[in-house]
């Protein structure tokens, strides 16, 4: 009998999982936004990486979820599952 699979499997590679992404300001402000980014990126030294991002903060994400992760300095990350 085949094994079934959920919709999230925390397993798969992190090249696969696209994210939108926005920083807010304390006063509630868009001060960058990323449409289409992997997590793998995200979470590079060269993007949000450098700001302490780290893919356990992210992930578990089911396609569609948004999660809040706190930058530092009241600064807030928005981040919500395409594929």
């Given amino acids: 009998m085949p094994v079934k699979r959920s919709k999230f499997d925390i397993s798969c590679s992190s090249a696969a999982v696209l994210l939108c992404s926005k920083i807010v300001s304390p006063q509630g402000e868009c001060i960058a936004h990323q449409p289409r980014i992997s997590l793998k990126k995200m979470c590079d030294m060269s993007h949000l990486g450098v700001l302490g991002v780290k893919e356990d903060n992210i992930l578990p994400l ?22």
Wanted: positive net charge; aromatic residues 4%; charged residues 30%.
């Fill in 62 to 83: 089911k396609v569609g979820q948004m999660k809040l992760i706190p930058l530092g300095d009241d600064y807030t990350l928005v981040v919500r599952r395409v594929k």
